[in-house]
């Protein structure tokens, strides 16, 4: 397209002036033209680079589309603005590398409808003291950077876009102040916003910036931004940069499909979210690095995990703060690492974690009040010396365990309430201390308050509902116990030694240092097997255990003659409801092995999922191996196995614990016998879907469900245990009682009837302090009237 003419409209009054003229170059256009005169190029292609320096209006045709008017000098900037002039309707073609297209260098001129097309430094520049106002520009600059702001630069842009750049979306540095509206920045080789340098501020509302190779947004070097409902999405680098004391804010804004972290902060860098919401990140939602490092969160979202990461990751120091907050469907929602590092949540709901919601470790503290944790693999977990913080008035609910100490951490707990945790409510092993005060757990699959290893815990005012393993199990002396209650015991005091069952703690460092045991020395086997016959039903049971004892005992003596002896494989399932005398047959079934010689020790070490998985990539088959090689020369008792390989595991470790335990059994078959325990139908779906352990074991043994007699019976037995006896009807009440008991899955079976009785000789107990005295018989005699009510 050949050059045009320029015609200049002279807006002046003066009668020495003409009013219009043709001129056939800019430059010449520009020499003629007065304060307020318009010139209107022709379309065409002008070769000349345009220097801009009184304020003049320059366009092109109307009508004609930017196209139409190309400036496109073969070097150096096509178009410069000094004055406060307005430009539009023009297309800006620049081919020098080293200056950009369009430069504004003073002034606050008006810059409409102008397309940049270019291979230079970059689209648009504006220095100095200049303050244009560009509206509906597009800039298209594979070379450089799409528009650059910089010496103290400000002014407006506005439903502008920028098509592609090579470099930086919008740069704006040395302490320039631009605000953009409704603006478009995509295909960009790096941050399509990039903010740096002091003094340095950015005001963005409504904007988009999109399909970024590189950072949507990067903050640094004391620079600072605000956007205003923004969308930052499909980048392929993290979605939000801020480092070297940035700053931004982000109100009412989107932060999604970001294949790595969605916001990124480091070196001091702050980030203020309202009203924001952050999904679909394929590592953290929020990761928050260094000391001075913070995060203020104010009803904002969190969801939709597309990676394996946390939802939020704290560490070096860092810290965050979540107020109204909601975080949900990611694989783990909050992790709080190293000393000085701190999170503070409140009012904020934690739901459908697929790991961990809240992970404290290597001396980091967190502090959450009224908050809400649902569905979720584990509440809340202090793992190690100095990890700490306070949970007050929190509920965690279906969750897999409520929360987990371990290894020295030393969490407060307060007025916590947990509801139908799959496993244990509150779960402290490996010297984990914490103090719980004023906490309730209901609906437990497992135990309610969990505490092994002598961990030196302290529960004051606590209590117990529906807990399928019991509400309080202590293994060793140890927890410090006030105040606390069951709907099983009444009142509950410290716990009594009772090392008759191991428990495997989770991590490594304990068990490892745990000093070797010596063999005890072995019961009689017929005096073990008596205890096995006497208790109550379990007639399937005992025919399965007799017949394998037989068969072990006939090969070694079949072995002491020099014959062949049967291949025996000792591994064991057994599957039935929770209740039913599994744990104490695998006890009783390792001390009849060791007394035959074929167990070195026949201890047994109970554990279950926690004690094995771990949260990350190799920390499972260390915990596995760790339980594993505690059992050793006794029995490794897993209970509700099945969890190990859920129906939905996605991202889950449980499969590598089931992995490493096939390894170890094969490798050490003759030192440790494994028993896999369950309930039946979830036991069957768990060999099913895991052949190469179904191989491992040499039979499945069925624990049924007591019968109402055999109930009774196993009520008789306590009563003659704790020197009470059954008045005249109470038997025929306890049978019709268990008879209509309620019996779904969760029914404790023999635990069930031993919270009867415990019931019992509480509203006996009750019954007689009102009496003022009382004889030998009304002290010994239960009634009828003493049997709980049926819910």
């Given at each position: ?28 256009a520009l ?6 005169d318009?010139l ?9 680079n ?24 073969p ?13 539009r ?26 397309r ?10 504006v ?68 903010v ?6 950015v005001?963005?509302?409504g ?104 939802a ?18 990611v ?58 913080g ?22 407060t ?32 699959g ?9 961990c ?7 209590r ?16 410090q ?52 016959d ?73 554990v ?154 509480e ?12 004889s ?16």
């Amino acid at each position: 397209m050949a050059q045009g003419s320029v015609q200049v409209t002279h807006g002046g009054t003066s009668r020495w002036r003409r009013r219009t003229g043709e001129y056939g170059s800019l430059a010449a256009a520009l020499a003629a033209a007065g304060d307020g005169d318009v010139l209107t190029l022709a379309p065409g292609t002008y070769r000349e680079n345009l220097v801009v320096d009184r304020p003049v209006t320059l366009r092109g045709p109307e009508r004609a589309g930017a196209g139409a008017v190309r400036i496109a000098p073969p070097e150096g900037v096509p178009l410069t603005v000094r004055a406060q002039a307005v430009v539009r309707d023009l297309r800006l073609e620049g081919q020098d590398v080293s200056a950009p297209a369009l430069l504004v260098e003073e002034g606050t001129p008006e810059l409409t409808d102008l397309r940049v097309v270019t291979r230079s430094a970059a689209g648009i520049e504006v220095r100095g003291g200049a303050r244009p106002t560009l509206r509906r520009c597009a800039v298209d600059n594979p070379a450089g950077l799409g528009v650059a702001l910089l010496g103290g630069a400000g002014g407006l842009l506005e439903e502008c876009e920028v098509i592609a750049a090579g470099q930086a979306g919008v740069s704006v540095r040395e302490g320039a102040t631009p605000r953009l509206v409704s603006c478009r920045v995509h295909q960009c080789q790096d941050a399509g916003l990039l903010v740096s340098g002091e003094g340095t501020s950015v005001e963005a509302v409504g904007c988009e910036l999109y399909e970024v190779k590189g950072s949507g947004v990067r903050v640094t070097g004391h620079g600072s931004a605000q956007l205003t409902d923004c969308r930052v999405h499909r980048t392929t680098s993290d979605g939000i940069t801020l480092d070297t004391h940035g700053a931004l804010t982000l109100t009412d804004c989107e932060v999604h499909e970001i294949p790595e972290n969605a916001v990124d902060l480091r070196s001091g860098a702050t980030l203020a979210l309202i009203r924001t919401v952050v999904h679909r990140f394929g590592r953290n939602g929020l990761s928050v690095w260094d000391h001075g490092t913070r995060v203020d969160a104010a009803h904002s979202q969190l969801h939709e995990s597309t990676g394996d990461y946390p939802a939020v990751w704290i560490s070096d120091g860092a810290a965050v703060v979540l107020e109204s907050c909601r975080v949900r469907e990611v694989p783990d929602a909050l992790f709080v690492l190293d000393r000085g590092s701190r999170a503070d949540v409140l009012d904020s709901d934690l739901a459908q974690i697929r790991g961990t919601a809240v992970s404290v470790s290597d001396g980091a503290q967190v502090q959450l009040d009224d908050c809400r944790v649902h569905q979720a693999g584990t509440g809340a977990w202090f793992r190690d010396p100095g990890s700490g913080g306070t949970l007050n008035q929190c509920t965690l609910d279906e969750v897999g365990t409520g929360l987990i100490v371990t290894k020295g951490a030393d969490p407060t707990v307060e007025r916590c309430v947990i509801s139908s945790p799959r496993e244990a409510g509150v779960y402290v092993s490996a010297g984990g201390r914490g103090t719980f005060e004023r906490c309730r757990v209901t609906g437990s699959g497992g135990y309610g308050f969990h505490v092994i290893d002598g961990c030196a815990s302290v529960l004051r005012r606590c209590r117990t509902e529906r807990c399928s393993r019991g509400g309080y199990q202590f293994a060793q002396e140890g927890p410090q116990v006030e105040d606390c209650s069951s709907d099983e015991s009444g009142t509950l005091s410290a716990p009594e030694p009772a090392p008759v069952v191991e428990r495997q703690p989770s991590g490594g460092a304990a068990a490892a240092s745990a000093p070797a045991l010596e063999a005890p020395a072995a019961r009689p086997a017929q005096e073990v097997l008596s205890e096995l016959d006497a208790l109550v039903g379990l007639e399937g049971v005992k025919r399965e255990v007799k017949a394998l004892i037989d068969l072990i005992t006939v090969g070694r003596r079949r072995q002491q003659a020099g014959l062949k002896a049967p291949s025996v494989r000792r591994h064991l399932v057994f599957t039935g409801s929770p209740g039913t005398g599994k744990t104490t047959v695998a006890r009783l079934y390792g001390q009849i092995l060791h007394s035959l010689e074929a167990l070195e020790r026949g201890h047994l070490v109970e554990v279950s999922r926690v004690d094995l998985v771990g949260e990350h990539i190799g920390s499972t088959a260390i915990r596995t191996q760790e339980a594993f090689e505690r059992a050793q020369g006794g029995v490794l008792f897993i209970d509700e196995a099945y969890a190990l390989a859920p129906r939905d595991a996605g991202r889950d470790f449980g499969r590598e614990a089931i992995d490493t335990l096939v390894k170890l059994m094969e490798d050490q078959r003759d030192a440790v016998v494994v028993i896999v325990a369950g309930y039946t139908e979830e036991m069957r779906h768990f060999l099913a879907a895991n052949p190469g352990v179904a191989s491992r074991f040499s039979r499945t043994i069925t624990f049924d469900d007591y019968s109402p007699e055999q109930l009774l019976q196993i009520v008789e037995g306590q009563a003659g245990e704790q020197e009470y006896a059954l008045a005249e009807g109470t038997q025929e009440a306890l049978l019709k009682h268990f008879a209509l008991l309620p019996k779904g899955p969760s029914f404790g079976n023999g635990r069930a009837a031993r919270g009867v009785f415990e019931a019992m000789v509480e509203r006996h107990a009750g019954r007689l302090a009102q009496l003022p005295e009382a004889s030998t018989e009304q002290l010994t005699l239960l009634y009828p009237e003493d049997l709980p009510d049926l819910d």
